[in-house]
């Protein structure tokens, strides 16, 4: 099974407003990561967990706050976000990194839209 | 400084042909070269993979060819389908160069006409 969830598929949200985007895995990958997507563009990455713990924070602003409350799950809060948020946000998971075994399972993904 | 360049944005093929893109790197650092598949509205699938110990693997339909010394590598689709017709990613990644990082070229557009 290399299934990756995210919940909610659409979420759309006005700039002062509070959410969290969800993602799950049970592959038992100990990596898992987050992208942003804009529509005719390559994923571009946002943060990277490693054994539950931050690994690579692409200098992402801080109304983006990411958690992982477990193994199997990655959590994106969102907040005060703007307009050019707007995107299609991915989860991705994989294999411990460094192993040489590198593949990346991506999930359905999150379409956001700011109001 | 773009990392991986993907070439053509769009691709059209008849049913039936050969569609092949293209992707060029820099980084020798990189060891790992996978392509996704994307529908509209859909994560990326990954399609296949290559590392540069090897020049050519085939997976059904899809065919990576690697050019080591040219930092070069391409994706053939065979028999092309119109359930083909998606956007492909490169992309380039390595434990060397930051852990795991994937990134990705710009994407090809390609519609494969019946």
């Known amino acids: 099974d290399t299934e990756v969830t995210q919940t909610p598929k659409h979420l759309v949200m006005g700039m002062t407003n509070k959410k969290s985007l969800k993602c799950e895995q049970h592959?038992?990958?100990?990596?898992m990561y987050w992208y942003k997507q804009k529509a005719k563009k390559p994923p571009e990455l946002m943060f990277v967990?490693?054994?539950?713990?931050?690994?690579i924070n692409e200098s992402v602003p801080s109304r983006f706050s990411p958690e992982c409350p477990n193994s199997s799950l990655l959590n994106l809060h969102l907040h005060a976000l703007q307009p050019e948020d707007s995107a299609l946000y991915l989860c991705?998971?994989?294999?411990?990194?460094?192993?040489?075994?590198?593949?990346?399972?991506f999930g359905p993904g999150t379409r956001l839209t700011v109001t | 400084q773009q990392q991986v360049k993907q070439s053509p944005q769009s691709l059209i093929v008849q049913k039936g042909g050969i569609s092949i893109i293209n992707c060029a790197y820099e980084?020798?650092?990189?060891?790992?070269f996978p392509w996704y598949q994307q529908f509209p509205g859909k994560g990326p699938a990954l399609l296949i993979a290559?590392?540069?110990?090897?020049s050519e693997k085939k997976e059904g339909r899809f065919t990576i060819s690697f050019n080591k010394s040219a930092k070069q590598f391409s994706l053939h689709i065979m028999d092309s389908q119109p359930g083909d017709s998606a956007t492909y990613f490169c992309?380039?990644?390595?434990?060397?160069?930051?852990?795991?990082?994937?990134?990705f070229g710009g994407g090809t557009r390609v519609l494969v006409k019946p």
């Open positions: 290559i590392r540069p110990d090897v």
């Open positions: 991705a998971s994989s294999q411990v990194i460094g192993t040489g075994n590198a593949e990346q399972y």
């Open positions: 592959m038992g990958h100990r990596a």
């Open positions: 980084n020798t650092a990189f060891d790992y």
């Open positions: 992309a380039v990644s390595g434990f060397k160069a930051a852990g795991n990082k994937l990134t």
């Open positions: 967990y490693s054994y539950e713990k931050l690994s």
